[in-house]
């Protein structure tokens, strides 16, 4: 068995891990928008990481599976410096944000990214957003 023949199932996992951090990321922003995010105690933090690395570990085998990679296929370097920023806005909103206010501005910009970056793969193309309707 080879790992093309594994697509299959390496793709389902990947796309419920990607549903999965969506829906918690959101769990964890309604709770922090709440003030109730706090003393929800280390799984809040521990499930969520080990959700994220079977993602990755899954979407790296998938683009050495399809021959197409980060820096060398437009969509999948936007798919990944997006992620950087989905990161990154997602760390201000759930910690790092000093008020409510950037909290709550960083958590919907961290969405937005989500959304991007699922248009993106969905659609194999940079620039989804237009082509989502056509």
Do not use: E
């Not at 929800?40 to 998938?62: E, F, H, K, Q, S």
């Not at 969905?122 to 989502?132: C, G, M, N, Q, R």
């Amino acid at each position: 068995m080879t790992l093309v023949d594994l697509f299959p199932s390496i793709k389902m996992l990947h796309i419920t891990t990607v549903v999965f951090t969506g829906f918690f990321f959101l769990v964890r922003f309604i709770w922090m928008i709440n003030g109730t995010l706090q003393g929800r105690g280390n799984w809040v933090r521990r499930l969520p990481a080990t959700n994220d690395t079977i993602l990755l570990v899954c979407g790296l085998t998938m683009s050495i599976i399809i021959n197409q990679y980060p820096f060398i296929n437009s969509w999948l370097t936007a798919k990944v410096l997006v992620l950087l920023v989905y990161i990154i806005s997602g760390v201000i909103a759930l910690r790092l944000g000093r008020s409510r206010r950037i909290r709550i501005i960083a958590g919907v910009f961290a969405l937005c990214c989500y959304g991007y970056i699922i248009s993106a793969a969905l659609k194999h193309h940079p620039f989804p957003l237009p082509l989502i309707f056509s």
